[in-house]
């Protein structure tokens, strides 16, 4: 054994939970290793030039969840973190007319007047309410989840915290949380709303990266966790990152390393080293062995509890847990340099409304319709897109007057039925860029470049089961205290030293960088107790 | 009634939300955008212009021009060499600072004073027995801030000779025909250049900018991004950050260079070759510890600023612009410490920041204060660490390429 392979803490996965694990473990005085199996940091947050000039925001390709607090405590902003605010989110419709709202309350209340002057008061009410329960809901998100399974004093404490804390609120909002925690986001907005672009509009995000359509109980959950993140404190809202999302796993790596974690790259870990129960090291696929007596892993939870360990070593029921435990990847990307911005046929020359996000989502029966597919093990027909133009805020993304074009595309489920997704990978491309060509005319024959990733290309390439983007779905029993397994939510695992950090843990999936966080402190707390 | 500058067919044109506010007798926008935010981030990842037409300009000539302002600013014009500028200021007798301007010298002989007020009779009587010239050439001139990481791009493709200009240098150039002068100089704390302009040419010369701004996303800016921007960077504003001690009815309204964070400007001080206004009174301040006040960066504690809120049962208003008053500081006491001159959010450092004066046991670098904040109607306070200024300041803003 020699000196220099020996770390006080070893971190599988140099996603940005794997680099936001490792930064506070050294900033915490660790000797910290972060191993990335890729050329590059950032897991499925990367930024990469696919085409001379384009930079590709290949998976993720926008910021809102990444806590505050990581942001502040990591000191990011003195490495180069760059949020860019987006004025604008933008609906075509199948009529050709479109919803464009701004930051402006006023301005939105007459665009949604031309949809339905009813709905003018009723955004207000909505966003107060929807509000209120965020409010809610930010102290659980923040938090280690109580094991309500445990039986030690600080277990109890802490469910009576949990108690206290949901009893303090107002019925109403209680009730509106549940509302949406356990229904369908379609009713939800029935209650409210009674236009269909703006119902589609604030429906799109409810069914982000997890198998259920707006008309299915759960997608209120998903909604609710996608309202959770915030730009300059602005609840719900989204900002690009100067250089896509990669640019900002850039700038975690710049400070993890200068908070003195170790980073090395193309090092695949084939599995941990474990002795007596007890976590000691890693090994690479070359055969490299690496020491710590903290394993952090940052993969999903299949991979932390089938692929890196021997799961002979684990107890049944968490086997069991992680066995049944949803990954459905659903969603694909298509990312496009274009040669030109799009045109709006309604709109002529105008490009300001591609300054957010233009979402093709024009209702909630679009969405509903794109879902029916991947019940039956196929993609949709005509699919909903989140897409965006980061290069109309980020010049550094193009080439002067030409754009990149993310198109997130729902939904792609990742076990088709009769065919796979080598075989389906161009049909795809082809559906997406059929579907825009319908809301913009001439769309095509801007295409410079198409890159179309499947459900199986982000397996293959990031390593998250089944292409799940979260490390995991946003379903109800695969949340809080039962991410990822019940009495397994709280950064732990049976192996003592070995830890879990990534996005299959609270709070969950997206750039968010608190599940990494929080297992900080508990692998701090443990090794404190231990000394 | 109210005067236009030289560009404002074209930025009425573009100020689609029809807001504006008045600056020196003319209209200036406020806000072309609906978000102010998206036109500071249009200056800090690509490039915005502003419109700088309204300040005063004077011209000052003649065989003793250095020797005139030598005496008048208290920073030293003689080391301004002829293709450079600086920012300045000038005291009063009693060595309190009058007002601030950049100063640009043309040749041995030929300088041109940029100021927020009008200045001419006070240049004027200063001039004595010297052999000097002042002209107020104000409406003579626009002039156009182009700011940002892409500054450089879109001037250079107009004016290749600015590709090498240094911080503060100037050059004579010629877009669209027209004499112009070119100086790496702005108000946003980013690399930046401002074009001075023969007015009959502003619409000529605005319109080739933004014709060489197209492709690099170039959007105008309003007072609202300009202000965030210059208190990212620092910089202080007559009329906010100090007034002219020549209008003060008592001592809480004049300032010296140095409780104004201005010493540096003031290098050289010692050299008896150079007494320019106010000086034996700053000596004087120096040598007997006088100073009253220290100006400093104030970063708020994020963490305890939300805290504030929701223990309060409210969500956190975050990004809120710069506020139009002065905001209270008191030490761990509960004692005074000072006041923000400035206080806004910073998109860029992600937390309320505010160019502070306090008192000199306060103002070392890593003290906290404790800044006044309302929350659910009454005053309670939240900590903040006094920092050096600038706040934000990338490499660019000075770099050579």
Same mark, same amino acid.
């Given at each position: 054994?020699?000196?220099?392979?020996?770390?006080?803490?070893?971190?599988?996965?140099?996603?940005?939970?794997?680099?936001?694990?490792?930064?506070?473990?050294?900033?915490?005085?660790?000797?910290?290793?972060?191993?990335?199996?890729?050329?590059?940091?950032?897991?499925?947050?990367?930024?990469?030039?696919?085409?001379?000039?384009?930079?590709?925001?290949?998976?993720?390709?926008?910021?809102?969840?990444?806590?505050?607090?990581?942001?502040?405590?990591?000191?990011?902003?003195?490495?180069?973190?760059?949020?860019?605010?987006?004025?604008?989110?933008?609906?075509?419709?199948?009529?050709?007319?479109?919803?464009?709202?701004?930051?402006?309350?006023?301005?939105?209340?007459?665009?949604?007047?031309?949809?339905?002057?009813?709905?003018?008061?009723?955004?207000?009410?909505?966003?107060?309410?929807?509000?209120?329960?965020?409010?809610?809901?930010?102290?659980?998100?923040?938090?280690?989840?109580?094991?309500?399974?445990?039986?030690?004093?600080?277990?109890?404490?802490?469910?009576?915290?949990?108690?206290?804390?949901?009893?303090?609120?107002?019925?109403?909002?209680?009730?509106?949380?549940?509302?949406?925690?356990?229904?369908?986001?379609?009713?939800?907005?029935?209650?409210?709303?009674?236009?269909?672009?703006?119902?589609?509009?604030?429906?799109?995000?409810?069914?982000?990266?997890?198998?259920?359509?707006?008309?299915?109980?759960?997608?209120?959950?998903?909604?609710?966790?996608?309202?959770?993140?915030?730009?300059?404190?602005?609840?719900?809202?989204?900002?690009?990152?100067?250089?896509?999302?990669?640019?900002?796993?850039?700038?975690?790596?710049?400070?993890?390393?200068?908070?003195?974690?170790?980073?090395?790259?193309?090092?695949?870990?084939?599995?941990?080293?474990?002795?007596?129960?007890?976590?000691?090291?890693?090994?690479?696929?070359?055969?490299?062995?690496?020491?710590?007596?903290?394993?952090?892993?940052?993969?999903?939870?299949?991979?932390?509890?089938?692929?890196?360990?021997?799961?002979?070593?684990?107890?049944?029921?968490?086997?069991?847990?992680?066995?049944?435990?949803?990954?459905?990847?659903?969603?694909?990307?298509?990312?496009?340099?274009?040669?030109?911005?799009?045109?709006?046929?309604?709109?002529?020359?105008?490009?300001?409304?591609?300054?957010?996000?233009?979402?093709?989502?024009?209702?909630?029966?679009?969405?509903?319709?794109?879902?029916?597919?991947?019940?039956?093990?196929?993609?949709?027909?005509?699919?909903?897109?989140?897409?965006?133009?980061?290069?109309?805020?980020?010049?550094?993304?193009?080439?002067?007057?030409?754009?990149?074009?993310?198109?997130?595309?729902?939904?792609?489920?990742?076990?088709?039925?009769?065919?796979?997704?080598?075989?389906?990978?161009?049909?795809?491309?082809?559906?997406?860029?059929?579907?825009?060509?319908?809301?913009?005319?001439?769309?095509?024959?801007?295409?410079?470049?198409?890159?179309?990733?499947?459900?199986?290309?982000?397996?293959?390439?990031?390593?998250?089961?089944?292409?799940?983007?979260?490390?995991?779905?946003?379903?109800?029993?695969?949340?809080?205290?039962?991410?990822?397994?019940?009495?397994?939510?709280?950064?732990?695992?049976?192996?003592?030293?070995?830890?879990?950090?990534?996005?299959?843990?609270?709070?969950?999936?997206?750039?968010?960088?608190?599940?990494?966080?929080?297992?900080?402190?508990?692998?701090?707390?443990?090794?404190?107790?231990?000394? | 009634?109210?005067?236009?500058?030289?560009?404002?067919?074209?930025?009425?044109?573009?100020?689609?939300?029809?807001?504006?506010?008045?600056?020196?007798?003319?209209?200036?926008?406020?806000?072309?955008?609906?978000?102010?935010?998206?036109? /500071?981030?249009?200056?800090?990842?690509?490039?915005?212009?502003?419109?700088?037409?309204?300040?005063?300009? /004077?011209?000052?000539?003649?065989?003793?021009?250095?020797?005139?302002?030598?005496?008048?600013?208290?920073?030293?014009?003689?080391?301004?060499?002829?293709?450079?500028?600086?920012?300045?200021?000038?005291?009063?007798?009693?060595?309190?600072?009058?007002?601030?301007?950049?100063?640009?010298?043309?040749?041995?002989?030929?300088?041109?004073?940029?100021?927020?007020?009008?200045?001419?009779?006070?240049?004027?009587?200063?001039?004595?027995?010297?052999?000097?010239?002042?002209?107020?050439?104000?409406?003579? /001139?626009?002039?156009?801030?182009?700011?940002?990481?892409?500054?450089?791009?879109?001037?250079?493709?107009?004016?290749?000779?600015?590709?090498?200009?240094?911080?503060?240098?100037?050059?004579?150039?010629?877009?669209?025909?027209?004499?112009?002068?070119?100086?790496?100089?702005?108000?946003?704390?980013?690399?930046?250049?401002?074009?001075?302009?023969?007015?009959?040419?502003?619409?000529?010369?605005?319109?080739?900018?933004?014709?060489?701004?197209?492709?690099?996303?170039?959007?105008?800016?309003?007072?609202?991004?300009?202000?965030?921007?210059?208190?990212?960077?620092?910089?202080?504003?007559?009329?906010?950050?100090?007034?002219?001690?020549?209008?003060?009815?008592?001592?809480?309204?004049?300032?010296?260079?140095?409780?104004?964070?201005?010493?540096?400007?003031?290098?050289?001080?010692?050299?008896?070759?150079?007494?320019?206004?106010?000086?034996?009174?700053?000596?004087?301040?120096?040598?007997?510890?006088?100073?009253?006040?220290?100006?400093?960066?104030?970063?708020?504690?994020?963490?305890?600023?939300?805290?504030?809120?929701?223990?309060?049962?409210?969500?956190?208003?975050?990004?809120?612009?710069?506020?139009?008053?002065?905001?209270?500081?008191?030490?761990?006491?509960?004692?005074?410490?000072?006041?923000?001159?400035?206080?806004?959010?910073?998109?860029?450092?992600?937390?309320?920041?505010?160019?502070?004066?306090?008192?000199?046991?306060?103002?070392?670098?890593?003290?906290?204060?404790?800044?006044?904040?309302?929350?659910?109607?009454?005053?309670?306070?939240?900590?903040?660490?006094?920092?050096?200024?600038?706040?934000?300041?990338?490499?660019?803003?000075?770099?050579?390429?």
């Amino acid at each position: 054994m020699t000196e220099t392979n020996r770390y006080d803490a070893i971190i599988v996965g140099g996603g940005h939970n794997g680099l936001v694990n490792g930064a506070y473990l050294a900033k915490a005085g660790l000797k910290t290793l972060i191993l990335e199996q890729r050329h590059l940091v950032g897991g499925a947050a990367i930024t990469e030039e696919l085409h001379p000039g384009f930079s590709f925001t290949t998976f993720s390709y926008a910021l809102s969840l990444i806590r505050p607090e990581v942001i502040r405590e990591l000191e990011l902003t003195k490495y180069g973190f760059n949020p860019i605010y987006m004025p604008t989110s933008f609906s075509p419709m199948e009529n050709g007319d479109y919803l464009l709202l701004g930051p402006d309350r006023d301005e939105n209340i007459r665009e949604i007047m031309r949809h339905s002057p009813r709905d003018a008061d009723a955004m207000d009410r909505y966003e107060h309410d929807v509000g209120r329960v965020l409010q809610l809901m930010y102290p659980l998100f923040d938090r280690v989840p109580p094991n309500i399974f445990g039986k030690t004093p600080e277990d109890a404490q802490d469910v009576a915290w949990l108690l206290g804390h949901l009893g303090s609120a107002e019925p109403k909002v209680v009730h509106d949380a549940v509302r949406l925690i356990t229904g369908s986001i379609s009713d939800f907005l029935d209650d409210y709303f009674e236009s269909e672009v703006l119902k589609g509009y604030l429906a799109a995000s409810s069914t982000t990266g997890t198998k259920v359509g707006p008309m299915s109980a759960g997608s209120g959950f998903v909604s609710l966790m996608m309202a959770m993140g915030e730009h300059d404190g602005h609840l719900g809202s989204w900002s690009f990152h100067k250089g896509g999302n990669g640019g900002f796993t850039q700038v975690l790596g710049t400070a993890a390393q200068a908070f003195g974690a170790e980073i090395k790259l193309e090092a695949h870990v084939d599995h941990v080293i474990t002795k007596d129960g007890q976590a000691t090291g890693v090994v690479l696929q070359d055969g490299t062995e690496y020491y710590a007596d903290i394993v952090v892993s940052a993969l999903d939870p299949r991979q932390t509890f089938t692929k890196l360990v021997d799961q002979r070593e684990l107890p049944g029921d968490l086997v069991e847990a992680i066995d049944r435990f949803q990954f459905n990847g659903t969603s694909a990307k298509v990312n496009f340099a274009l040669d030109a911005a799009p045109k709006y046929p309604a709109l002529g020359d105008r490009t300001d409304q591609y300054r957010g996000f233009v979402s093709i989502a024009p209702s909630i029966e679009y969405l509903e319709r794109a879902y029916d597919a991947a019940k039956y093990g196929w993609y949709s027909e005509r699919p909903y897109l989140d897409t965006c133009m980061q290069s109309f805020l980020d010049p550094d993304m193009a080439p002067p007057g030409k754009h990149v074009m993310s198109c997130f595309v729902q939904y792609a489920p990742y076990h088709l039925k009769g065919s796979d997704w080598d075989t389906e990978r161009n049909n795809l491309g082809d559906t997406v860029q059929r579907t825009i060509e319908e809301f913009f005319p001439g769309f095509s024959d801007l295409v410079l470049h198409r890159e179309v990733v499947t459900p199986l290309d982000i397996e293959r390439v990031v390593g998250l089961s089944e292409g799940n983007i979260y490390a995991g779905d946003f379903l109800l029993p695969q949340m809080y205290f039962f991410r990822p397994a019940p009495e397994w939510s709280q950064y732990r695992t049976p192996i003592e030293g070995y830890y879990q950090c990534g996005s299959g843990t609270h709070p969950g999936g997206c750039v968010m960088g608190a599940p990494a966080r929080l297992a900080s402190q508990q692998i701090l707390k443990d090794r404190a107790a231990k000394a | 009634m109210v005067s236009t500058t030289p560009f404002h067919p074209r930025l009425a044109e573009l100020n689609t939300t029809q807001l504006w506010t008045h600056w020196a007798g003319y209209l200036s926008a406020t806000q072309y955008d609906i978000a102010a935010k998206h036109e /500071y981030f249009g200056v800090r990842n690509a490039v915005g212009f502003f419109d700088a037409s309204p300040l005063y300009k /004077y011209e000052i000539t003649g065989r003793d021009a250095e020797r005139y302002l030598g005496g008048l600013l208290a920073r030293d014009i003689r080391t301004c060499r002829p293709g450079r500028a600086q920012y300045t200021i000038w005291c009063d007798d009693g060595g309190f600072v009058l007002e601030d301007g950049v100063v640009f010298r043309h040749s041995a002989n030929d300088f041109l004073l940029t100021a927020a007020e009008p200045n001419l009779s006070f240049l004027q009587n200063q001039i004595g027995s010297l052999e000097v010239s002042i002209e107020d050439v104000s409406a003579a /001139y626009a002039m156009l801030a182009v700011q940002g990481p892409r500054s450089r791009a879109v001037i250079a493709e107009l004016a290749p000779e600015i590709t090498d200009l240094g911080y503060f240098g100037h050059v004579q150039a010629k877009i669209s025909g027209s004499e112009v002068t070119i100086s790496r100089t702005g108000f946003t704390g980013d690399l930046g250049y401002e074009i001075r302009i023969p007015a009959d040419d502003a619409l000529a010369v605005l319109d080739a900018v933004m014709e060489a701004g197209k492709p690099h996303q170039m959007r105008p800016f309003g007072d609202h991004a300009l202000n965030i921007l210059r208190i990212e960077a620092g910089l202080p504003l007559i009329g906010v950050e100090f007034s002219s001690s020549r209008y003060a009815f008592n001592e809480h309204d004049r300032f010296t260079p140095d409780e104004l964070g201005f010493g540096w400007l003031l290098k050289g001080i010692d050299d008896d070759t150079r007494p320019f206004a106010g000086r034996p009174a700053i000596l004087n301040e120096r040598a007997t510890g006088a100073s009253r006040w220290k100006t400093v960066g104030l970063s708020v504690d994020g963490h305890a600023f939300e805290q504030l809120f929701y223990e309060a049962g409210l969500i956190p208003p975050k990004d809120e612009p710069p506020a139009d008053w002065e905001t209270m500081l008191y030490d761990e006491h509960g004692e005074r410490a000072g006041y923000a001159t400035s206080y806004t959010y910073s998109p860029m450092l992600q937390t309320q920041v505010g160019i502070a004066r306090v008192r000199p046991d306060l103002a070392t670098v890593g003290t906290t204060v404790h800044v006044e904040q309302t929350v659910n109607h009454v005053y309670t306070t939240v900590p903040a660490t006094v920092t050096r200024m600038p706040f934000f300041t990338p490499e660019r803003k000075t770099s050579m390429s």
